[in-house]
């Protein structure tokens, strides 16, 4: 069996058996040196990594649908959201048409005090989606959620603190997209209890985390978040959950350090193909 057949199957075993939260904060074709932080994936790999989901059998639902679906438990299994994080100005420019030729949905959570400016995490005058291109993405059906106003670490902050970030971006979105917000994620996936009260009290259906925090519970969703590091073997295995246990282990770190260079130049060859 091919390499690609084995990911398939294996990715077909997980949607019999649960659901899936997909997170992601960028697709476009970058230089390594405007993205830091491997934010963007190349729009081949987004295309490829949405086949997978849909030859695997997962139906592509939204957050809100699928908390709704949930019921406040773990969903019926077979169920896969696509999320991005900040709002970054590409979820309109090239992740939209993707989407539309798809038929799929997804869920934009934006960070509201930077709408219109710079983005502050990429180069080469990057920049956040404005109210115009976020209304436009709300007409197209795609679900806009909270993801604070000034996007702090909310594990640090007391409940008041927390309330403002949450209810403020939640107001501001609600006022852009003429639609209620229900869905919220959580800046560099933390939380504590102050910021799950004040999640509870903004009114907010369900919340999402990642990077191997939280469960099923609608206020801390797990979520699978993917990188421009990610080739199929890591999509497959954070979808599965066991991608994180292993980078966090010891043996993890030894790899990394040793295939280090090896996949910067991978990633390299990979940009650098996608704008040709």
């Given at each position: 069996?091919?390499?690609?057949?084995?990911?398939?199957?294996?990715?077909?075993?997980?949607?019999?058996?649960?659901?899936?939260?997909?997170?992601?904060?960028?697709?476009?074709?970058?230089?390594?040196?405007?993205?830091?932080?491997?934010?963007?994936?190349?729009?081949?790999?987004?295309?490829?990594?949405?086949?997978?989901?849909?030859?695997?059998?997962?139906?592509?639902?939204?957050?809100?649908?699928?908390?709704?679906?949930?019921?406040?438990?773990?969903?019926?299994?077979?169920?896969?959201?696509?999320?991005?994080?900040?709002?970054?100005?590409?979820?309109?420019?090239?992740?939209?048409?993707?989407?539309?030729?798809?038929?799929?949905?997804?869920?934009?959570?934006?960070?509201?005090?930077?709408?219109?400016?710079?983005?502050?995490?990429?180069g080469d005058g990057a920049r956040m989606m404005d109210e115009r291109e976020l209304a436009e993405l709300a007409?197209?059906?795609?679900?806009?959620?909270?993801?604070?106003?000034?996007?702090?670490?909310?594990?640090?902050?007391?409940?008041?603190?927390?309330?403002?970030?949450?209810?403020?971006?939640?107001?501001?979105?609600?006022?852009?997209?003429?639609?209620?917000?229900?869905?919220?994620?959580?800046?560099?996936?933390?939380?504590?209890?102050?910021?799950?009260?004040?999640?509870?009290?903004?009114?907010?259906?369900?919340?999402?985390?990642?990077?191997?925090?939280?469960?099923?519970?609608?206020?801390?969703?797990?979520?699978?978040?993917?990188?421009?590091?990610?080739?199929?073997?890591?999509?497959?295995?954070?979808?599965?959950?066991?991608?994180?246990p292993i980078f966090d282990s010891a043996p993890g770190?030894?790899?990394?350090?040793?295939?280090?260079?090896?996949?910067?130049?991978?990633?390299?060859?990979?940009?650098?193909?996608?704008?040709?």
């Amino acid at each position: 069996m091919s390499g690609s057949r084995v990911w398939l199957a294996a990715l077909r075993r997980l949607a019999r058996r649960r659901s899936v939260n997909v997170g992601y904060h960028g697709v476009d074709t970058v230089r390594p040196e405007d993205d830091p932080e491997n934010h963007c994936i190349p729009p081949d790999r987004f295309r490829h990594q949405l086949d997978l989901l849909a030859d695997a059998g997962f139906e592509l639902v939204t957050v809100a649908e699928l908390a709704q679906r949930a019921a406040g438990g773990p969903p019926p299994p077979g169920l896969a959201t696509i999320s991005f994080d900040d709002g970054m100005e590409n979820n309109h420019r090239i992740v939209l048409p993707i989407l539309r030729e798809a038929g799929v949905p997804a869920t934009v959570y934006v960070t509201t005090g930077m709408i219109g400016k710079s983005n502050p995490w990429m180069g080469d005058g990057a920049r956040m989606m404005d109210e115009r291109e976020l209304a436009e993405l709300a007409e197209a059906g795609i679900e806009l959620g909270a993801h604070t106003v000034t996007h702090p670490d909310l594990s640090v902050l007391d409940e008041e603190e927390c309330y403002g970030e949450i209810a403020g971006s939640k107001a501001a979105l609600e006022a852009i997209a003429g639609s209620p917000v229900r869905t919220f994620a959580y800046p560099f996936c933390r939380y504590g209890d102050a910021a799950l009260a004040a999640v509870r009290r903004a009114g907010l259906a369900a919340a999402v985390t990642c990077e191997g925090r939280g469960d099923w519970t609608p206020h801390r969703m797990k979520r699978a978040l993917v990188t421009a590091r990610d080739g199929t073997p890591s999509f497959v295995a954070k979808l599965a959950d066991v991608y994180q246990p292993i980078f966090d282990s010891a043996p993890g770190r030894l790899a990394r350090a040793a295939t280090r260079g090896a996949r910067t130049r991978v990633r390299a060859r990979d940009r650098d193909g996608a704008g040709r």
